[in-house]
């Protein structure tokens, strides 16, 4: 059974600083990850999707990476800012499972002070 | 603009009255599918839909019903909650059969007591 393990499970940085969020999984037989946004009272956003053939994907300041053999993936966040506190999430869909179900981590709780 | 709509976002009620939770979505995704977000244990997937008329069970179904009669609508249905099914309920969808990039809509806030 696919288990997601997101740790630190909090981080507070000072802005400007530049961060990384890890994430891990127990079973590589994934057709992606996804790296997910979750600020309180509201949804889901996505940040950034990899697909299991890919090693990393790029979004403006965010960085994903992913290797499948190992199980990790990191979401590294360049000169964080105030406006990037949110819950970060990430999740993997498995072969085997039923379709199109993301496991989820439990999030890191990420703070930015001014 | 692409999105997942929820209404309610925020409900209230009584055990035993059934509910419908109304899901949408505008970009032509074939699949859909419905989570449920708990403290300390994440989300976890109720039901899912691959395309009009094909519904199955995701990891947490019981209590919930589903029907997928168009494309761009998934209501979830709780024909008699109960406390144990308050929670924060998602929508999402996907295309590419549920392997693609998955979109969330923003939450409903359900409250059984």
């Known amino acids: 059974k696919q288990e997601v393990t997101q740790i630190p499970a909090a981080l507070s940085v000072p802005e400007g600083e530049n961060l990384v969020l890890n994430c891990s999984f127990t079973d590589s037989a994934i057709y992606n990850l996804q790296w997910f946004r979750q600020d309180p009272g509201k949804g889901l956003t996505s940040l950034l999707l990899?697909?299991?053939?890919?090693r990393e994907q790029t979004s403006g300041r965010l960085n994903a990476s992913l290797d499948k053999s190992s199980g990790r993936s990191t979401l590294y966040i360049a000169a964080s800012q105030p406006g990037d506190s949110a819950t970060y999430l990430c999740?993997?869909?498995?072969?085997?499972?039923?379709?199109?179900?993301?496991?989820f981590g439990k999030g890191t709780k990420l703070s930015v002070k001014p | 603009e692409a999105q997942v709509t929820q209404n309610p976002r925020y409900l209230i009620t009584v055990t035993g009255k059934k509910l419908t939770v109304t899901c949408s979505q505008n970009?032509?995704?074939?699949?859909m599918s419905w989570y449920r977000q708990d403290p300390g244990l994440g989300l976890r997937q109720i039901y899912y839909?691959?395309?009009?008329?094909v519904t199955d069970k995701g990891d947490v179904p019981e209590g919930y019903k589903v029907s997928r009669k168009e494309k761009r609508n998934f209501p979830l249905i709780l024909e008699s909650p109960s406390p144990n099914q308050t929670s924060l309920y998602f929508c999402a969808s996907s295309w590419g059969q549920g392997v693609g990039e998955q979109y969330f809509g923003p939450g409903t806030r359900l409250t059984v007591t």
């Open positions: 970009m032509n995704h074939e699949y």
């Open positions: 839909s691959m395309n009009v008329e």
């Open positions: 999740a993997v869909i498995s072969y085997g499972g039923s379709q199109g179900n993301l496991i």
């Open positions: 990899i697909q299991s053939s890919q």
